[in-house]
């Protein structure tokens, strides 16, 4: 269903809406949004909407900072939660231009558009399935956040434990009038840990319907007096919150998706494993998008289900890079060290990349690895040669700062701002006092 300025104007008047919000995405992922009136619509539309991005974290000097709102209008849609007879409000989510027209290259949308088009010059559109997972926590008398989780339920567990289905079945409503389709919602292993999975789309539609996921959780958990939060690791000792990125190449010219091949001994083509290889060989470069946070590396630890090896499987869950069961259309492989606090559009972008660049090298993949990596020892992960993934937010930017291609996918202007960004955060948090050293030193020393 193509969208066009008619068929958008007739929504307009359908659902009486009154205010458009104009969102963006910043170099974090934030999503940023100014507000018109529906009676300017034709201006949106024809991209003529300008604002500062001297104050937008990651965008423009404030000698240049005049930056216009391009709406993507497939994301035009109503916000179930505006809705009366006579009212609404509706939004677009924009990609960002220059002045003379040109793509803004500190837009984390143009960034993926790139990456998309790198695929598409071979031949190829990319497919990707993400799984956010998320905490509801109570908020206290003030509304604030507080560390108390909503629920103290476990995997799959159902109500009276889980009081948090009432709020999954209103998120999952509320998305569903936005357009999405859902596939599944349920309890997580964690205490007040919630995963609610939407269909797979071409990799600049799942980071358009990631960002407004993460919107909706929040705004629908607000209405129940809940704060969710995407944070990695809320909470120590419990599971931390992934992004599962399942992804795939789809061939355009055969209509078929291009990880199948129905004679190998694991149904998966020539292409598979170099892409399989290329993320292997380039997954330390890019942690720093994927698992952004000081926090993301209290996540990648053995024993919670998340991936601190590098090392793939068909089935291994302790494995950074999984085989789904699904074959034909629906083959697919799913990296699983991604975390909810990343910025979609650059984290599906590294993603992609680096298995498109283990397709241009025709990389071999390492065998895989099928045992419970989380119970080998020291000396077994050294005899069958499995790396670590790089363990602090310091050692993640160090690595993606090597070689050429952090820079090449993201461009000069992201990567230089993403790194000083990131080494900002990383030595904000070297130099503070946390509780943990008080606890631990205050009184013996
Ligand atoms: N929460 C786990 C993670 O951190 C994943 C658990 C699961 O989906 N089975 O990735
Ligand atoms: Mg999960
Ligand atoms: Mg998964």
């Known amino acids: 269903d193509t969208k066009t300025l008619e068929s958008i104007q007739s929504e307009i008047s359908a659902h009486a809406v009154e205010l458009l919000h104009l969102q963006f995405i910043d170099i974090e992922g934030i999503m940023k949004h100014v507000t018109v009136t529906s009676a300017q619509v034709e201006d949106v539309v024809s991209g003529k909407i300008m604002f500062d991005g001297s104050s937008i974290k990651g965008f ?13 209008l497939s994301t035009f849609c109503v916000m179930p939660w505006t809705k009366t007879e006579e009212y609404s409000e509706a939004r677009f989510i924009c990609s960002v231009k220059n002045p003379d027209g040109t793509d803004f290259a500190g837009d984390p949308r143009n960034v993926l558009k790139k990456t998309v088009k790198r695929a ?11 799984e956010l997972e998320f905490f ?41 009038q936005m357009g999405f389709i859902i596939e599944a919602s349920h309890h997580e292993v964690a205490i007040g840990q919630h ?25 629908v958990a607000r209405k129940h007096g809940l704060h969710a939060s995407f944070m990695p690791k809320p909470i120590a000792g419990e599971n931390g919150s992934g992004m599962h990125t399942n992804i795939s190449l789809f061939d355009i010219e055969k209509q078929e998706n291009a990880f199948f091949d129905e004679t190998d001994k694991k149904q998966l083509s020539p292409l598979a494993y170099q892409f399989i290889a290329g993320m292997i060989d380039n997954v330390k470069n890019f942690v720093a998008v994927t698992n952004p946070l000081v926090n993301s590396y209290k996540r990648l630890v053995p024993g919670y289900e998340a991936p601190c090896y590098i090392a793939w ?25 991604p975390d909810p606090s990343a910025n979609p559009y650059l984290a599906f972008a590294v993603v992609a990349a680096s298995g498109l660049d283990g397709i241009d090298r025709q990389l071999e993949v390492v065998d895989p690895v099928d045992a419970d990596i989380f119970a080998m020892d020291a000396a077994e992960l050294k005899e069958r040669q499995i790396d670590n993934l790089p363990s602090s937010l310091e050692a993640a ?14 461009g000069d202007h992201v990567f230089e701002e993403y790194v000083a960004a990131k080494r900002n955060e990383w030595d904000s948090f070297r130099t503070a006092v946390t509780g943990w050293e008080i606890e631990q030193y205050q009184t013996k020393f």
């Not at 000698?63 to 391009?70: F, V």
């Not at 999975?197 to 980071?207: I, M, T, V």
């Not at 499987?313 to 060290?337: F, M, Q």
């Open 397 to 410: 930017i160090n690595a993606f700062e090597e070689g050429d291609f952090g820079r090449n996918t993201l």
């Open 120 to 130: 598409a010059d071979k031949g190829f559109s990319i497919s990707v399935g993400p």
């Open 136 to 176: 509801l926590f109570e908020t206290d008398a003030a509304g604030r956040p507080t560390q108390t989780t909503q629920d103290f339920g476990g995997y799959f567990e159902p109500s009276p434990h889980d009081f948090g289905e009432k709020v999954r079945t209103d998120i999952y409503k509320t998305l569903k």
């Open 195 to 219: 995963e609610i999975n939407f269909k797979y789309a071409d990799a600049l539609g799942a980071a358009d319907l990631s960002t407004t996921f993460k919107w909706v959780v929040k705004t």
């Open 60 to 72: 423009s000097p404030i000698n240049k900072s005049d930056l216009y709102l391009q709406p993507d």
């Open 313 to 337: 499987s068909d089935s291994n869950r302790s494995a950074l890079i999984r085989i789904p069961a699904t074959r034909g259309a629906g083959t697919r492989v799913e990296i699983r060290c």
